[in-house]
T-cell receptor, first 114, second 113 residues
């Protein structure tokens, strides 16, 4: 079975540009999590969805960040406008609602904002 | 602010030795604890979970939990070079319906052949 799929794997952009990260969860999973990982702050939860509904977005750093999950097989994380401090690895993870503690991570998107 | 603390390392052990990784957490109400392994440039993968005080063994890995001391540890017996990675401790936040995990920053383990 395919795991969590993320695209792009690498993104280099200039400050002020819009960045869109994409995630396809494991088929049948109904919880989806977006994380950000940096050396300074480690792995931080940004937002998570249950059955396509955002449950907690308190980790989203500011209004420049937004996330959507229009259907069970697709989610996006958008940064507009991007800033150099947004440079990080962004992971998407999915799980079953009834066992959300067992999260399967995608390969991540390495974002560099110049 | 819920916190999970780990020694960043690096922790170096010779091949065949026991590696001991430690983690403390601030959320006294937490009931679920996890260890993830992350190879350089890769994504985290779950290797152990523990919910009750005491030890839980899975192959060469043993997780230990002491809720009174708010302390979790991971022992790796007969360490192999392939165990070289960063190990992340994760704690499920307490609170009704909360499935959020708070991660430590990880301990980098290096197993020397």
């Amino acid at each position: 079975d395919a795991g969590v799929i993320q695209s792009p794997r690498h993104e280099v952009t200039e400050m002020g540009q819009e960045v869109t990260l994409r995630c396809k969860p494991i088929s049948g999973h109904n919880s989806l999590f977006w994380y950000r990982q940096t050396m300074m702050r480690g792995l931080e939860l940004l937002i998570y969805f249950n059955n396509n509904v955002p449950i907690d977005d308190s980790g989203m750093p500011e209004d420049r960040f937004s996330a959507k999950m229009p259907n069970a097989s697709f989610s996006t994380l958008k940064i507009q406008p991007s800033e150099p401090r947004d440079s990080a690895v962004y992971f998407c993870a999915s799980s079953l609602v009834r066992s959300q503690e067992t999260q399967y991570f995608g390969p991540g998107t390495r974002l560099l904002v110049l | 602010q819920k916190e999970v603390e780990q020694n960043s390392g690096p922790l170096s052990v010779p091949e065949g030795a026991i590696a001991s990784l430690n983690c403390t957490y601030s959320d006294r109400g937490s009931q679920s604890f996890f260890w993830y392994r992350q190879y350089s440039g890769k994504s985290p993968e779950l290797i152990m979970s523990i919910y009750s005080n005491g030890d839980k063994e899975d192959g060469r890995f043993t997780a230990q939990l002491n809720k009174a001391s708010q302390y979790v540890s991971l022992l790796i017996r007969d360490s192999q070079p392939s165990d070289s990675a960063t190990y992340l401790c994760a704690v499920r936040n307490s609170g009704a319906g909360s499935y959020q995990l708070t991660f430590g920053k990880g301990t980098k383990l290096s197993v020397i052949p």
